[in-house]
Nanobody, 120 residues
Framework: QVQLVESGGGLVQPGGSLRLSCAAS????????MAWYRQPPGKERELVAG???????NYADSVKGRFTISRDNAKNTVSLQMNSLEPEDTAVYYC??????????????WGVGTQVTVSA
């Protein structure tokens, strides 16, 4: 059994910062790419940022220069530092990881999501 658990969401004023964290646990043999997605109200889920096991990152154009993704391979965690937040960043944020379990199965796992609300 593999589980992803997010933390760090909340309410913040425009221009503020939040840090999201996600911890993977369970029968994990190895984790490839990890990523953060978000789903704004009434819209489809979209990729925010991703990071490979080697540390290569990619970002959605809308968050470049404001958000930073990082991971700790030893702890099986991924974080998203969000600065200069805008009301348009309001969404449920989901952690995603490409994991090989000890059962020798490989698939993408999702967390349950954490709400981020940017409002004055």
């Amino acid at each position: 059994q593999v589980q992803l658990v997010e933390s760090g969401g909340g309410l913040v004023q425009p221009g503020g910062s939040l840090r999201l964290s996600c911890a993977a646990s369970g029968s994990i043999f190895s984790i490839y790419a990890m990523a953060w997605y978000r789903q704004p109200p009434g819209k489809e889920r979209e990729l925010v940022a991703g990071v490979t096991r080697g540390g290569t990152t990619n970002y959605a154009d809308s968050v470049k220069g404001r958000f930073t993704i990082s991971r700790d391979n030893a702890k099986n965690t991924v974080s998203l530092q969000m600065n200069s937040l805008e009301p348009e960043d309001t969404a449920v944020y989901y952690c995603n990881a490409d994991i090989i379990a000890y059962t020798n199965t490989r698939r993408h796992y999702w967390g349950v999501g954490t709400q981020v609300t940017v409002s004055a």
